[in-house]
């Protein structure tokens, strides 16, 4: 059995106080498998996006302990975790969140620049991720100049391109048309099986988590059967 990337035990996340108190998540407790890819599904405001806030230390707990890679997140200062999501941790979104003045080339290496690596080796990088993504005739187009489905190739390769252990991917087909979504969904399956990644899929499609190892429901802040 491979080894947990992610625990998470007894994980609350309140907002507000007194009578506007609001209980995001309740009592999570969860495994996540190094090289799993993991969909949580649920209907709007169930927590889904909270937990991955949570989970990736953008969001701070109430109560409980997260665990990334052996690490206790609540033990880590703001400064550590930033580095350490530098480092280890992909996100993609629904909106995409690409830079509109940058070409798909630029987008890609910025994480790898700001992570100190040389500018050519980050730039041969950043090509060559969106070379395998099918994208090597787009290199130098900005987000305007791409279609929908070709700005979400270029934001998975923008959170993939540092190899992290984690990928956190909050919606990444919501604003797409069938046929890029399943594109969309194949790539993100290809590369957690090529390159091992553990990737984490908030999402309301139900075909893109039966492309997914496992699925987790959500209702009211915590995990259904």
Request: glycine share 10%; hydrophobic share 40%; with cysteine.
């Amino acid at each position: 059995m491979p080894e947990p990337v992610v625990i998470g035990r007894d994980v609350w996340k309140l907002y507000g106080t007194g009578d506007t108190e609001i209980t995001a998540l309740r009592a999570i407790n969860i495994e996540i498998s190094r090289g799993e890819m993991l969909a949580i599904m649920g209907p709007s405001g169930c927590g889904k996006t909270t937990l991955l806030n949570c989970f990736s230390g953008l969001d701070e707990i109430n109560r409980g302990q997260i665990w990334l890679e052996g690490v206790d997140l609540h033990s880590m200062t703001d400064r550590a975790k930033s580095e350490y999501r530098a480092r280890r941790v992909g996100f993609v979104f629904q909106a995409y969140n690409l830079l509109p003045v940058l070409s798909a080339t630029e987008n890609v290496e910025m994480p790898l620049l700001i992570g100190g690596l040389p500018g050519r080796e980050a730039r041969e990088r950043a090509r060559a991720m969106l070379t395998e993504l099918g994208l090597g005739d787009r290199l130098d187009r900005r987000p305007s100049e791409l279609s929908g489905g070709q700005q979400q190739r270029v934001s998975l390769a923008r959170a993939l391109v540092g190899h992290p252990a984690i990928v956190w991917a909050d919606e990444p087909t919501g604003n797409l048309d069938e046929g890029d979504s399943r594109q969309v969904t194949a790539l993100l399956r290809h590369l957690n099986k090529t390159y091992e990644q553990t990737i984490v899929v908030v999402t309301h499609d139900a075909t893109v988590a039966s492309e997914c190892d496992r699925t987790l429901h959500m209702r009211d802040g915590q995990f259904v059967s």
